[in-house]
Protein backbone atom coordinates (compact mmCIF):
# COMPACT_ATOMS: atom_id res chain seq x y z
CA UNK A 1 0.00 0.00 0.00
CA UNK A 2 1.60 2.89 -1.08
CA UNK A 3 1.37 6.43 1.30
CA UNK A 4 -1.56 7.86 -0.24
CA UNK A 5 -3.41 4.62 -0.31
CA UNK A 6 -2.42 4.78 3.47
CA UNK A 7 -3.75 8.02 3.94
CA UNK A 8 -6.94 7.46 2.39
CA UNK A 9 -7.74 4.52 4.60
CA UNK A 10 -7.00 6.29 7.50
CA UNK A 11 -8.74 9.18 7.10
CA UNK A 12 -11.96 6.71 5.39
CA UNK A 13 -11.73 4.83 8.85
CA UNK A 14 -11.77 8.04 10.71
CA UNK A 15 -13.82 10.88 9.25
CA UNK A 16 -17.08 10.16 7.03
CA UNK A 17 -14.98 11.58 3.91
CA UNK A 18 -17.58 9.84 1.59
CA UNK A 19 -20.67 12.70 3.47
CA UNK A 20 -17.65 15.15 2.92
CA UNK A 21 -17.14 14.13 -0.89
CA UNK A 22 -20.63 13.98 -1.74
CA UNK A 23 -21.46 17.62 -0.01
CA UNK A 24 -18.73 19.27 -2.09
CA UNK A 25 -20.18 17.37 -5.52
CA UNK A 26 -23.80 18.55 -4.71
CA UNK A 27 -22.81 22.22 -3.79
CA UNK A 28 -23.80 24.26 -6.72
CA UNK A 29 -22.71 27.86 -7.77
CA UNK A 30 -24.98 30.03 -9.98
CA UNK A 31 -23.84 31.31 -12.91
CA UNK A 32 -24.80 34.17 -14.79
CA UNK A 33 -24.27 38.26 -16.07
CA UNK A 34 -24.45 39.59 -12.08
CA UNK A 35 -22.54 36.65 -11.03
CA UNK A 36 -19.02 38.50 -10.51
CA UNK A 37 -20.51 39.91 -7.45
CA UNK A 38 -20.64 36.53 -5.79
CA UNK A 39 -16.44 36.99 -5.51
CA UNK A 40 -16.61 40.01 -3.21
CA UNK A 41 -17.68 37.91 -0.45
CA UNK A 42 -14.90 35.59 -1.08
CA UNK A 43 -12.22 38.54 -1.50
CA UNK A 44 -13.01 39.87 2.12
CA UNK A 45 -12.32 36.69 3.71
CA UNK A 46 -8.92 36.32 1.14
CA UNK A 47 -8.15 39.64 3.41
CA UNK A 48 -9.45 38.51 6.26
CA UNK A 49 -6.70 35.46 5.97
CA UNK A 50 -4.29 37.80 5.31
CA UNK A 51 -4.71 39.79 8.47
CA UNK A 52 -4.38 37.24 10.76
CA UNK A 53 -1.11 36.05 9.48
CA UNK A 54 0.28 39.14 9.00
CA UNK A 55 -1.23 40.29 12.63
CA UNK A 56 0.28 37.51 14.11
CA UNK A 57 3.81 38.08 13.02
CA UNK A 58 3.07 41.73 14.45
CA UNK A 59 2.93 40.36 17.64
CA UNK A 60 6.45 38.70 17.78
CA UNK A 61 7.33 42.59 17.87
CA UNK A 62 4.65 45.11 18.99
CA UNK A 63 4.98 45.97 22.50
CA UNK A 64 1.72 47.91 24.24
CA UNK A 65 2.51 50.61 26.34
CA UNK A 66 2.58 54.24 26.34
CA UNK A 67 6.22 54.42 26.58
CA UNK A 68 6.38 51.25 23.77
CA UNK A 69 3.71 51.58 21.53
CA UNK A 70 5.29 53.97 18.82
CA UNK A 71 8.69 52.96 19.35
CA UNK A 72 8.14 49.09 18.74
CA UNK A 73 6.27 50.17 15.04
CA UNK A 74 9.20 52.49 14.74
CA UNK A 75 11.56 49.75 15.16
CA UNK A 76 9.36 47.09 13.49
CA UNK A 77 9.40 49.43 9.73
CA UNK A 78 13.32 50.58 10.19
CA UNK A 79 15.09 47.44 12.05
CA UNK A 80 13.03 44.29 11.74
CA UNK A 81 13.82 42.41 8.48
CA UNK A 82 10.62 42.92 6.19
CA UNK A 83 8.80 44.28 9.44
CA UNK A 84 7.88 47.51 7.34
CA UNK A 85 6.56 45.23 4.70
CA UNK A 86 4.77 43.14 7.21
CA UNK A 87 2.96 46.23 8.50
CA UNK A 88 2.41 47.49 5.17
CA UNK A 89 0.37 44.60 4.09
CA UNK A 90 -1.47 44.53 7.20
CA UNK A 91 -2.43 47.66 6.78
CA UNK A 92 -3.37 47.50 3.11
CA UNK A 93 -5.15 44.44 3.70
CA UNK A 94 -7.20 45.69 6.76
CA UNK A 95 -8.41 48.52 3.98
CA UNK A 96 -8.50 46.36 1.76
CA UNK A 97 -11.15 43.80 3.05
CA UNK A 98 -13.36 47.33 4.24
CA UNK A 99 -13.74 47.98 0.48
CA UNK A 100 -14.68 44.21 -0.32
CA UNK A 101 -16.81 43.94 2.37
CA UNK A 102 -18.79 47.67 1.49
CA UNK A 103 -19.09 46.24 -1.73
CA UNK A 104 -20.24 42.83 -1.02
CA UNK A 105 -22.93 44.32 1.09
CA UNK A 106 -24.44 46.83 -1.71
CA UNK A 107 -24.33 43.96 -3.58
CA UNK A 108 -26.10 41.18 -1.67
CA UNK A 109 -28.42 44.29 -1.03
CA UNK A 110 -29.49 44.74 -4.81
CA UNK A 111 -29.68 41.27 -5.38
CA UNK A 112 -32.07 40.88 -2.45
CA UNK A 113 -30.15 38.18 -1.10
CA UNK A 114 -31.15 39.02 2.41
CA UNK A 115 -34.94 38.12 1.22
CA UNK A 116 -36.48 34.62 3.04
CA UNK A 117 -34.45 32.27 3.78
CA UNK A 118 -31.46 34.28 4.16
CA UNK A 119 -31.99 37.02 6.82
CA UNK A 120 -30.02 35.51 9.08
CA UNK A 121 -26.74 35.55 6.52
CA UNK A 122 -27.74 39.07 6.12
CA UNK A 123 -27.85 40.00 9.99
CA UNK A 124 -24.79 38.38 10.90
CA UNK A 125 -23.11 39.71 7.43
CA UNK A 126 -24.04 43.43 9.12
CA UNK A 127 -22.20 42.10 12.66
CA UNK A 128 -19.30 41.26 10.86
CA UNK A 129 -19.12 44.96 9.07
CA UNK A 130 -19.62 46.40 12.49
CA UNK A 131 -16.76 44.48 13.87
CA UNK A 132 -14.43 44.66 10.64
CA UNK A 133 -15.14 48.78 11.52
CA UNK A 134 -14.07 47.69 15.29
CA UNK A 135 -10.88 46.24 14.37
CA UNK A 136 -10.10 49.45 12.17
CA UNK A 137 -10.88 51.47 15.03
CA UNK A 138 -9.12 49.47 17.37
CA UNK A 139 -5.61 48.67 15.09
CA UNK A 140 -5.29 52.56 14.10
CA UNK A 141 -4.86 53.97 17.71
CA UNK A 142 -2.34 50.81 18.78
CA UNK A 143 0.60 53.06 16.58
CA UNK A 144 0.07 55.97 19.14
CA UNK A 145 1.25 58.34 16.16
CA UNK A 146 -0.11 61.84 16.28
CA UNK A 147 -3.07 61.37 13.84
CA UNK A 148 -3.79 58.22 15.10
CA UNK A 149 -4.31 59.28 19.21
CA UNK A 150 -6.16 62.29 18.07
CA UNK A 151 -8.56 60.76 15.45
CA UNK A 152 -9.34 58.13 18.37
CA UNK A 153 -10.13 60.80 20.79
CA UNK A 154 -12.18 62.20 18.26
CA UNK A 155 -14.06 58.86 17.94
CA UNK A 156 -14.61 58.12 21.78
CA UNK A 157 -15.62 61.83 22.28
CA UNK A 158 -18.52 60.78 19.88
CA UNK A 159 -19.51 57.82 21.33
CA UNK A 160 -19.25 59.93 24.72
CA UNK A 161 -21.99 62.24 23.10
CA UNK A 162 -24.41 59.31 22.65
CA UNK A 163 -26.83 58.54 25.43
CA UNK A 164 -25.00 55.58 27.81
CA UNK A 165 -22.10 56.50 25.81
CA UNK A 166 -19.99 57.71 28.31
CA UNK A 167 -20.04 54.48 30.19
CA UNK A 168 -18.58 52.80 26.95
CA UNK A 169 -16.13 55.85 26.56
CA UNK A 170 -14.75 55.67 30.24
CA UNK A 171 -14.03 51.38 29.49
CA UNK A 172 -12.35 52.29 25.94
CA UNK A 173 -10.26 54.74 27.81
CA UNK A 174 -9.38 53.12 30.82
CA UNK A 175 -10.07 56.29 32.53
CA UNK A 176 -11.50 60.22 31.56
CA UNK A 177 -7.90 60.79 29.88
CA UNK A 178 -6.06 58.57 26.85
CA UNK A 179 -3.40 56.87 28.26
CA UNK A 180 -1.20 53.82 28.31
CA UNK A 181 -4.95 51.43 29.80
CA UNK A 182 -6.40 53.13 26.20
CA UNK A 183 -3.98 51.38 24.51
CA UNK A 184 -4.02 48.08 26.12
CA UNK A 185 -7.75 48.05 26.33
CA UNK A 186 -7.43 48.64 22.30
CA UNK A 187 -5.12 46.04 22.44
CA UNK A 188 -6.93 43.12 23.85
CA UNK A 189 -10.23 43.95 21.37
CA UNK A 190 -8.08 43.92 18.68
CA UNK A 191 -6.12 40.84 18.91
CA UNK A 192 -8.53 38.88 21.18
CA UNK A 193 -11.98 39.63 21.77
CA UNK A 194 -13.16 41.24 18.54
CA UNK A 195 -10.89 38.25 16.65
CA UNK A 196 -12.65 35.73 18.34
CA UNK A 197 -16.26 37.00 17.92
CA UNK A 198 -15.30 37.90 13.97
CA UNK A 199 -14.34 33.84 13.97
CA UNK A 200 -17.75 32.60 15.64
CA UNK A 201 -19.98 35.02 13.01
CA UNK A 202 -17.83 34.29 10.41
CA UNK A 203 -18.40 31.09 10.89
CA UNK A 204 -22.30 31.14 10.98
CA UNK A 205 -21.75 33.27 7.92
CA UNK A 206 -20.48 30.38 5.98
CA UNK A 207 -22.75 27.95 7.37
CA UNK A 208 -25.99 30.02 6.32
CA UNK A 209 -24.49 30.58 3.04
CA UNK A 210 -23.92 26.45 2.62
CA UNK A 211 -27.49 26.06 3.45
CA UNK A 212 -29.07 28.31 1.05
CA UNK A 213 -26.54 28.47 -1.97
CA UNK A 214 -26.27 31.80 -3.35
CA UNK A 215 -28.92 33.42 -4.43
CA UNK A 216 -30.03 34.20 -8.31
CA UNK A 217 -30.90 37.59 -9.05
CA UNK A 218 -34.99 37.78 -9.49
CA UNK A 219 -35.01 39.05 -13.10
CA UNK A 220 -31.92 36.31 -14.09
CA UNK A 221 -33.94 33.49 -12.63
CA UNK A 222 -37.44 34.26 -14.33
CA UNK A 223 -35.57 34.89 -17.60
CA UNK A 224 -34.13 31.46 -16.90
CA UNK A 225 -30.63 32.86 -18.59
CA UNK A 226 -28.30 31.11 -15.96
CA UNK A 227 -26.79 27.98 -15.64
CA UNK A 228 -25.30 25.89 -12.40
CA UNK A 229 -21.37 24.98 -11.85
CA UNK A 230 -19.94 22.42 -9.24
CA UNK A 231 -18.51 24.29 -6.58
CA UNK A 232 -15.28 22.50 -6.31
CA UNK A 233 -13.44 22.19 -8.33
CA UNK A 234 -14.67 24.85 -10.57
CA UNK A 235 -15.87 27.78 -8.57
CA UNK A 236 -13.39 27.21 -6.24
CA UNK A 237 -10.58 27.47 -8.93
CA UNK A 238 -11.67 30.87 -10.19
CA UNK A 239 -12.31 31.96 -6.60
CA UNK A 240 -8.40 31.34 -5.86
CA UNK A 241 -7.57 32.94 -9.27
CA UNK A 242 -9.47 36.27 -8.18
CA UNK A 243 -7.48 35.89 -4.62
CA UNK A 244 -4.10 35.73 -6.61
CA UNK A 245 -5.34 39.11 -8.70
CA UNK A 246 -6.06 40.10 -4.93
CA UNK A 247 -2.59 39.09 -3.80
CA UNK A 248 -0.86 40.90 -6.82
CA UNK A 249 -2.90 43.97 -6.04
CA UNK A 250 -1.81 44.09 -2.72
CA UNK A 251 1.60 43.18 -3.10
CA UNK A 252 2.24 46.43 -5.38
CA UNK A 253 0.16 48.53 -3.02
CA UNK A 254 2.24 47.45 -0.05
CA UNK A 255 5.67 47.39 -1.78
CA UNK A 256 5.03 50.79 -3.44
CA UNK A 257 3.56 52.71 -1.09
CA UNK A 258 4.16 51.49 2.71
CA UNK A 259 2.02 52.30 5.39
CA UNK A 260 2.79 55.73 6.74
CA UNK A 261 3.68 56.59 10.34
CA UNK A 262 3.62 59.76 11.87
CA UNK A 263 5.80 60.87 14.75
CA UNK A 264 4.97 59.61 18.44
CA UNK A 265 1.23 61.16 19.74
CA UNK A 266 1.72 63.84 22.29
CA UNK A 267 -1.36 64.04 24.32
CA UNK A 268 -0.83 67.78 25.71
CA UNK A 269 0.26 69.03 22.07
CA UNK A 270 -2.30 70.90 19.82
CA UNK A 271 -4.33 68.43 17.70
CA UNK A 272 -2.46 68.24 14.43
CA UNK A 273 -3.91 69.78 11.29
CA UNK A 274 -6.31 67.97 9.06
CA UNK A 275 -6.86 65.41 12.02
CA UNK A 276 -9.31 63.19 10.19
CA UNK A 277 -10.69 59.43 10.89
CA UNK A 278 -10.34 56.86 8.60
CA UNK A 279 -11.82 57.08 5.17
CA UNK A 280 -14.68 54.38 6.43
CA UNK A 281 -15.44 56.73 9.28
CA UNK A 282 -15.26 60.13 6.70
CA UNK A 283 -18.88 59.86 5.85
CA UNK A 284 -20.67 60.00 9.80
CA UNK A 285 -17.54 62.44 10.74
CA UNK A 286 -18.81 64.76 7.92
CA UNK A 287 -22.69 64.31 8.80
CA UNK A 288 -21.41 65.40 12.03
CA UNK A 289 -19.56 68.35 11.13
CA UNK A 290 -22.15 69.67 9.59
CA UNK A 291 -24.67 69.58 12.12
CA UNK A 292 -25.10 73.37 14.30
CA UNK A 293 -24.61 73.17 17.72
CA UNK A 294 -28.23 72.77 18.34
CA UNK A 295 -30.86 71.18 16.20
CA UNK A 296 -35.08 70.68 18.06
CA UNK A 297 -33.56 71.61 21.22
CA UNK A 298 -30.79 69.14 21.55
CA UNK A 299 -26.83 69.32 20.56
CA UNK A 300 -26.38 68.90 16.93
CA UNK A 301 -24.16 65.99 17.75
CA UNK A 302 -26.35 64.08 19.90
CA UNK A 303 -29.22 64.94 16.95
CA UNK A 304 -26.82 63.30 14.09
CA UNK A 305 -26.07 60.65 16.19
CA UNK A 306 -29.85 59.50 16.46
CA UNK A 307 -30.31 60.47 12.41
CA UNK A 308 -27.48 57.67 12.72
CA UNK A 309 -29.03 55.02 14.64
CA UNK A 310 -32.58 55.17 12.86
CA UNK A 311 -31.05 55.38 9.38
CA UNK A 312 -28.84 52.25 10.58
CA UNK A 313 -31.91 50.71 12.24
CA UNK A 314 -33.79 50.92 8.57
CA UNK A 315 -31.05 49.44 6.71
CA UNK A 316 -30.54 46.70 9.14
CA UNK A 317 -34.04 45.72 8.50
CA UNK A 318 -34.55 46.00 5.15
CA UNK A 319 -35.24 41.91 5.14
CA UNK A 320 -38.14 43.06 7.55
CA UNK A 321 -39.76 45.90 5.17
CA UNK A 322 -39.11 44.08 1.57
CA UNK A 323 -39.66 40.79 2.48
CA UNK A 324 -39.76 38.39 -1.21
CA UNK A 325 -43.61 38.80 -0.34
CA UNK A 326 -43.47 42.86 -0.30
CA UNK A 327 -45.26 45.07 -3.08
CA UNK A 328 -43.39 46.38 -6.53
CA UNK A 329 -43.30 49.90 -4.80
CA UNK A 330 -41.55 48.44 -1.37
CA UNK A 331 -39.01 47.19 -4.04
CA UNK A 332 -38.49 50.37 -5.32
CA UNK A 333 -37.90 51.90 -1.97
CA UNK A 334 -35.78 49.33 -1.36
CA UNK A 335 -33.73 50.37 -4.54
CA UNK A 336 -33.77 53.80 -3.70
CA UNK A 337 -32.40 53.42 -0.13
CA UNK A 338 -29.43 51.29 -1.73
CA UNK A 339 -29.16 54.05 -4.14
CA UNK A 340 -29.07 56.94 -1.30
CA UNK A 341 -26.98 54.74 0.58
CA UNK A 342 -24.09 54.63 -1.59
CA UNK A 343 -24.28 57.91 -2.72
CA UNK A 344 -24.40 59.25 0.31
CA UNK A 345 -21.02 57.22 1.48
CA UNK A 346 -18.86 58.22 -1.72
CA UNK A 347 -20.46 62.02 -1.87
CA UNK A 348 -19.94 62.79 2.13
CA UNK A 349 -16.71 60.74 2.05
CA UNK A 350 -15.20 62.57 -0.60
CA UNK A 351 -16.88 66.23 0.31
CA UNK A 352 -14.97 65.00 4.00
CA UNK A 353 -11.45 64.71 2.56
CA UNK A 354 -11.98 67.77 0.45
CA UNK A 355 -13.12 69.85 3.63
CA UNK A 356 -10.07 68.41 5.85
CA UNK A 357 -7.00 68.74 3.37
CA UNK A 358 -4.08 67.23 5.44
C1 LIG B 1 -15.58 40.22 6.48
C2 LIG B 1 -16.85 40.20 6.25
C3 LIG B 1 -17.56 39.19 5.36
C4 LIG B 1 -17.12 38.02 4.83
C5 LIG B 1 -15.73 37.40 4.95
C6 LIG B 1 -18.21 37.45 4.06
C7 LIG B 1 -18.15 36.28 3.33
C8 LIG B 1 -19.14 35.83 2.47
C9 LIG B 1 -18.97 34.82 1.46
C10 LIG B 1 -17.66 34.06 1.16
C11 LIG B 1 -20.15 34.69 0.83
C12 LIG B 1 -20.45 33.78 -0.37
C13 LIG B 1 -20.05 34.44 -1.68
C14 LIG B 1 -20.84 35.70 -2.01
O1 LIG B 1 -22.06 35.64 -2.21
O2 LIG B 1 -20.19 36.76 -2.04
C15 LIG B 1 -21.11 35.58 1.46
C16 LIG B 1 -22.45 35.68 1.15
C17 LIG B 1 -23.34 36.58 1.73
N1 LIG B 1 -23.01 37.63 2.58
FE1 LIG B 1 -21.18 37.94 3.37
N2 LIG B 1 -19.31 38.29 4.17
C18 LIG B 1 -18.95 39.37 4.94
C19 LIG B 1 -19.72 40.47 5.24
C20 LIG B 1 -21.07 40.62 4.86
C21 LIG B 1 -21.86 41.81 5.07
C22 LIG B 1 -21.35 43.12 5.67
C23 LIG B 1 -23.13 41.52 4.62
C24 LIG B 1 -24.36 42.40 4.61
C25 LIG B 1 -24.73 43.17 5.54
C26 LIG B 1 -23.12 40.16 4.12
C27 LIG B 1 -24.22 39.48 3.61
C28 LIG B 1 -24.16 38.33 2.86
C29 LIG B 1 -25.29 37.69 2.23
C30 LIG B 1 -26.77 38.14 2.33
C31 LIG B 1 -24.77 36.61 1.51
C32 LIG B 1 -25.56 35.63 0.65
C33 LIG B 1 -25.40 36.06 -0.78
C34 LIG B 1 -26.13 35.13 -1.73
O3 LIG B 1 -26.97 34.36 -1.29
O4 LIG B 1 -25.83 35.23 -2.91
N3 LIG B 1 -21.84 39.65 4.26
N4 LIG B 1 -20.45 36.28 2.45
Known sequence: MNVKEWLNRFLEERLPVKEMKDLSAHKLVPEHKQAVWYYFGGISLFFFIILVFTGMVLLFQYQPGLESSHASVLRI????????????????????????????????YFMKAYQKPR??????????????????FTGYCLVWDDMAFFATKIGIDIVEGIPGGSY??????????????TIQRMFALHVVIIPWIFIGLLSAHLFFLQIHGNKIPEEIEKSGQYHKIPFFPNFL????????????????????????????ADALAPAPKGVKPEWYFMAMFQLLKLMPSQVAGISGELFGNMVFG?????????????????????????????????????????????????
Open 168 to 181: VAHILRGGPDMGGL
Open 119 to 136: ELTWFTGLGLLGLGLGFG
Open 77 to 108: VTKVDFGWLIRSVHSWAANLMLVAVFIHMFSV
Open 310 to 358: VAGLFWALVPVWNPATASGRRAKLATYVGLFGIVWLIGFTIWGYMAHPV
Open 237 to 264: LSDLYVWLIMLNLLAVLAALFPWHLGAE
